[in-house]
Nanobody
Framework: QVQLVESGGGLVQPGGSLRLSCAAS????????MAWYYQPPGKQRELVAR???????NYADSVKGRFTISRDNAKNTVYLQMNSLKAEDTAVYYC???????????WGQGTQVTVSS
């Protein structure tokens, strides 16, 4: 069973940047599609960005041009580079993994991102 641990969250001013990391263990990382979800206060969890095993990416409209998802299979890690942060980006960010062949999924524990002056 894949295990995911996020890091890199924190408090940042509007317009600032953060990079989230998600380290995976317990599975063959290169075989998992990876994604970042976020859950703003009082709202449902939503997809932010996704990267497939082949490196294809897609993004929520609200973050296109500002966020970049990437993966390093040698380090078993997926990243989310967040630039030009806005107050509405404030949320708990969760890492997600899915292995298409088996249907196995995994979630991280979440990391808080707060955008405020």
């Amino acid at each position: 069973q894949v295990q995911l641990v996020e890091s890199g969250g924190g408090l940042v001013q509007p317009g600032g940047s953060l990079r989230l990391s998600c380290a995976a263990s317990g599975g063959f990382f290169m075989f998992y599609d990876m994604a970042w979800y976020y859950q703003p206060p009082g709202k449902q969890r939503e997809l932010v960005a996704r990267i497939t095993t082949g490196g294809s990416t897609n993004y929520a409209d609200s973050v296109k041009g500002r966020f970049t998802i990437s993966r390093d299979n040698a380090k078993n890690t997926v990243y989310l580079q967040m630039n030009s942060l806005k107050a509405e980006d404030t949320a708990v960010y969760y890492c997600y993994a899915r292995r298409r062949v088996t249907g196995e999924i995994g979630w991280g524990q979440g990391t808080q991102v707060t955008v405020s002056s």
